[in-house]
């Protein structure tokens, strides 16, 4: 493949093929806008400690179904996935990643993988109940948004950075399935992110949530962004020390969750009548995708 878009993708709903791989379909779509994109997909979840070490020696390593040992055989392992999207070819592509957690050694690993944008996907884990593998994951985010790589958290990945940044995550007694307006702050108006269509009431973008973890308080180096009237911290962006943002980016919500995905999710099992119903409503997932797009493709 010639000169494209890297982006470096935490893949955390291997076992969910339509949210899975379908979502992250979704995800680089605006970005095939633009030419060639080569997508590296690490599963931190799932990967030995060895497969880790090896990938901080030598950078870009090509993962095997041996260095996956916890990978959930409901979905079958493969390592690279070829696909044309927007007339442009796509390849995804399975690698290890260090799983230390040292955000200076991360950084340095990252710089030699050179992504053009690092993304996290949802999860069916949860940042309020830890597991080991996290901390290197949290390290990641850390290190790209330090780094000025542009960075988006989805869901769990909204959650996680915001953990990793020094905000307080915590569990909620009930799920939160719906499309809710998003009511934006004055930053959040002017931000590039939301930029595209908005469709709510008051032209406030519409989002489709489900999770039960909230992050209940914004790190001293995030800028609120936006709020529904169920979760108040529903967008942050990043700064660096003098206040100036970075290009990076934790939302709740899900932009990815086309209604077609949806509907063929609930039509495979994946999601019950109820979340089918809570889904229903149009939202502007899509044309936010497309902002962060733009941000790392400099359109």
């Known amino acids: 493949m010639g000169a494209g878009t890297r982006v470096l993708l935490i893949d955390l709903l291997v076992e969910r093929s339509e949210f899975g791989h379908g979502g992250n379909q979704e995800i680089v779509c605006p970005l095939a806008n633009s030419g060639s994109v080569e997508v590296l997909l690490v599963t931190p979840q799932v990967q030995s400690e060895e497969a880790g070490r090896r990938a901080q020696e030598n950078g870009e390593v090509a993962i095997t179904e041996d260095d996956v040992p916890h990978w959930d055989d409901d979905f079958g392992f493969w390592a690279e996935c070829d696909l044309e999207m927007c007339g442009n070819p796509v390849v995804f592509r399975r690698i290890a990643m260090p799983m230390h957690g040292d955000d200076t050694l991360t950084a340095d690993w990252l710089g030699r993988i050179a992504p053009d944008a690092v993304i996290c996907t949802g999860s069916r884990h949860n940042v309020s109940i830890w597991e080991d593998w996290m901390v290197s994951s949290a390290s990641l985010l850390r290190s790209s948004a330090s780094m000025g790589v542009p960075t988006l958290g989805i869901c769990f990945g909204h959650q996680l950075l915001c953990k990793a940044l020094g905000a307080t995550v915590e569990r909620a007694d009930t799920l939160s399935n719906g499309v809710w307006d998003l009511s934006l702050t004055n930053d959040g108006e002017s931000d590039e ?94 044309g936010i995708l497309e902002s962060f797009a733009a941000v790392v493709t400099g359109r």
């Open 193 to 286: 992110l939301f930029s595209s269509r908005r469709s709510g009431e008051g032209d406030s973008p519409v989002a489709l949530f489900t999770h039960r973890d909230h992050v209940i308080s914004v790190p001293d180096c995030c800028t609120l962004l936006g709020s529904t009237d169920h979760n108040r911290i529903a967008a942050v962006r990043v700064t660096d020390d003098d206040g100036i943002p970075l290009p990076t980016w934790g939302v709740q919500f899900h932009p990815e969750a086309a209604k077609a995905r949806v509907e063929r999710a609930f039509d495979w099992g994946h999601i019950t009548s109820e979340e089918l119903e809570a889904f229903q409503r149009e939202h502007d997932g899509a």
